[in-house]
């Protein structure tokens, strides 16, 4: 299994940013995806997640800002970010649980206020 993300960056306050995670080498119709995100010196918390069957579900910081999705024909999801904070700064890792704990190589998203 392959994880690769991208669109992490440098953005300002209020701004936004669309992280994406490609997949490779697992059955993407069935897992679900989720995107992490850690602060140096802070433990990985989940940020967001998104079923097989499109069911989402977002951690209370981001609600209302920040929207994944996900295509199969390119085996992509998305973390479409919105009025974007300093505190979001952080590297964002996708992830998902297919035949074990995969995740991609993280992409940081730095916010400047």
């Known amino acids: 299994v392959q994880l690769q993300a991208s669109g992490g960056g440098l953005v300002q306050a209020g701004g936004s940013l669309r992280l994406s995670c490609a997949a490779s080498?697992?059955?993407?119709?069935?897992?679900?995806m989720n995107w992490y995100r850690q602060v140096p010196g802070k433990e990985r918390r989940l940020v967001a997640s998104?079923?097989?069957?499109?069911?989402?579900n977002y951690t209370d910081s981001v609600k209302g800002r920040f929207t994944i999705s996900r295509d199969w024909p390119s085996r992509t999801t998305y973390l479409q970010m919105n009025t974007l904070k300093p505190e979001d700064t952080a590297v964002y890792y996708c992830?998902?649980?297919?035949?074990?704990?995969?995740w991609g190589q993280g992409t940081l998203v730095t916010v400047s206020s």
């Open positions: 080498g697992l059955n993407f119709k069935i897992t679900t």
């Open positions: 992830n998902t649980w297919y035949r074990g704990d995969n």
């Open positions: 998104i079923t097989s069957d499109g069911s989402t």
